[in-house]
């Protein structure tokens, strides 16, 4: 009797509506299993990976080792011609460009590049490509040498900064957006411009947020990683620090123990790394974060928006409910700036809003990090996000929910 009671106070459009709602999300079911990931591509991966290492003539154990990880990136055209079975006329390509704009690919990071590869995220974010070498675009269109207070620093903002600390990185991505500082060489900030970036955080006692970066801060070897962060650690202003890396996608091998022992001691320590594609959420990439947050480090994620690569709101969400996975929170995905010989990389913001708008409501709020476009001009960050007030009055405001449905409330 409770029973028929219970099911008759269910009102018909409740069972309605439930399956409305599974229609939505059946609607990305059907579609989210042709998304390639890292976990369903592992078999190919590790296969992959043997190839490579014969190519190389390594070792399990080198493979485990991000110095010889480091030491032996790809960038010779031939060489990635080889282990790829590039036609002649791409490995030419890839000659041409590296005149101009120096690549580098960590072993491991070329290994996630299997079957179908001119069509790889992993391919296309790590091997030059004709098209960099198209005229248009800035070199600094976020103006960063004009914020620069002391050497090493980028400054935008009242109580947080920027220190650079080195250009070099595992994998120089295709879109990055420092090309002008990748150069042709590996060069970390000096000793004494270090010294004078941590004075100046240490003279400065609005500064409560410092962002070690680069290029990619974890390349740094451990003493002077532990050195920076042991110095502002000890500034008693500095609440938080930040490293910016993407080590955890590109060369996980990076991430020991004896890293971790470190980091574990400058409290709290916050990472964003950058995942662009479900293909790069590996084993080995969580077995990285798990490492990380064993050591207490709180970690998110920094998306750029990529034509071709993740500007489909089917394999956005999939990478952020990925990330949820392996406990890194989507923090920010950026529109990608119109820097030279990265042009070809760009989606217009209507892509950009329209891939929030897919995700509002449609998965977990903690997956939907926020969209934001760098003002020219270093004036900062803009987050932008769709419409949903559609207009106001003076005691009711007129909204939209996630569904586009109208609604009305007292303003
Ligand atoms: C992005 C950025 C920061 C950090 O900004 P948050 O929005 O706090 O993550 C700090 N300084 C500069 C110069 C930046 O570009």
Not at 163 to 189: K, L, Y
Not at 246 to 257: A, D, N, Y
Request: net charge positive.
């Amino acid at each position: 009797m409770k029973e028929k009671l219970a099911k008759a106070k269910v009102p018909l459009n409740s069972a309605l509506r439930e399956e409305e709602l599974r229609q939505d999300a059946w609607e990305y079911l059907d579609r989210v299993k042709e998304v390639s990931t890292g976990y369903r591509n592992h078999s190919l991966a590790l296969q992959q990976k043997q190839r490579i290492l014969e190519s190389l003539g390594g070792s399990e154990k080198d493979w485990l080792d991000w110095k010889w990880q480091l030491k032996h990136r790809i960038k010779d055209a031939n060489q990635l011609g080889m282990i790829l079975e590039l036609r002649q006329k791409e490995i030419q390509f890839i000659a041409k460009v590296s005149k101009r704009y120096r690549w580098a690919i960590s072993p491991y990071y070329l290994s996630l590049i299997t079957d179908n590869f001119r069509d790889s995220p992993i391919y296309k974010q790590a091997v030059p490509d004709i098209r960099e070498l198209k005229s248009g675009g800035c070199l600094d269109p976020m103006d960063e040498e004009n914020s620069s207070p002391a050497p090493c620093i980028t400054r935008r903002y009242p109580d947080r900064l920027i220190i650079n600390v080195t250009n070099q990185c595992a994998m120089f991505c295709r879109h990055c957006q420092r090309r002008r500082n990748i150069g042709e060489n590996d060069s970390h900030c000096s000793r004494e411009d270090l010294q004078k970036a941590l004075l100046y955080v240490a003279r400065n006692q609005e500064i409560r947020d410092v962002l070690v970066t680069g290029g990619d801060a974890l390349l740094l070897n451990d003493n002077i990683i532990a050195g920076i962060l042991s110095t502002l650690h000890a500034i008693p202003h500095v609440e938080i620090i930040r490293l910016g890396t993407r080590v955890p996608v590109t060369l996980p091998q990076r991430i020991t123990p004896e890293l971790c022992d470190i980091l574990r001691s400058y409290p709290p320590l916050y990472i964003n790394t950058q995942f662009n594609h479900p293909l790069e959420i590996t084993p080995e990439a969580k077995e990285a974060c798990d490492r990380l947050i064993q050591a207490g480090v709180v970690l998110g994620n920094q998306a750029v928006l990529l034509k071709g690569i993740n500007d489909d709101p089917i394999v956005m969400r999939k990478l952020n409910q990925e990330l949820l996975r392996i406990r890194v929170r989507p923090y920010y995905i950026f529109q990608a700036k119109d820097v030279v010989g990265t042009l070809h990389w760009r989606c217009s913001i209507e892509t950009g809003l329209e891939i929030m708008e897919s995700l509002r409501g449609h998965t977990s709020g903690l997956a939907i990090p926020t969209y934001v476009v760098n003002a020219p001009g270093g004036r900062g960050k803009v987050p932008l996000m769709p419409n949903y007030i559609l207009s106001k009055e003076e005691d009711v405001i007129y909204l939209q929910n996630w569904e586009g449905r109208a609604i009305s409330i007292l303003n």
